[in-house]
């Protein structure tokens, strides 16, 4: 079992910057491949990025490539999502996952946060 906090979420202007933190507990931290994933009103959620265990290897989304970067402190047991140059288009509630990776891809397990608002303005 591992418990995951979502935070960093608010609102910013198109082209601004953010970045969520998300603090996990339980479980060792190490173990699990983490992801970030969104979901906008009215959408499904969607994956967005993911990093393995050690941090060695991360993935992202089309959407975000370029513009969000994905790390973690295993040593802090938190994963972070830096978001640059935000567009409208990413306005969403963001979530962090526990999970494994394989082959590159990324496997979501039931491990979710409780999300955190992201609201870009035009």
């Known amino acids: 079992q591992v418990q995951l906090v979502e935070s960093g979420g608010g609102l910013v202007q198109a082209g601004g910057s953010l970045r969520l933190s998300c603090a996990a507990s339980?479980?060792?931290?190490?173990?699990?491949?983490m992801a970030w994933y969104r979901q906008a009103p009215g959408k499904q959620r969607e994956w967005v990025a993911a990093?393995?265990?050690?941090?060695?290897?991360?993935n992202s989304a089309d959407s975000v490539k370029g513009r969000f970067t994905i790390s973690r402190d295993n040593g802090k047991n938190t994963v972070y999502l830096q978001m640059n140059s935000l567009k409208p288009e990413d306005t969403a509630v963001y979530y962090c996952?526990?999970?494994?990776?394989?082959?590159?891809?990324?496997?979501?397990?039931?491990?979710w946060g409780q999300g955190t608002q992201v609201t870009v303005s035009s």
């Open positions: 996952n526990a999970g494994r990776y394989a082959s590159n891809n990324y496997y979501a397990y039931d491990y």
């Open positions: 339980g479980s060792a931290f190490s173990v699990y491949a």
């Open positions: 990093i393995s265990r050690g941090g060695g290897s991360t």
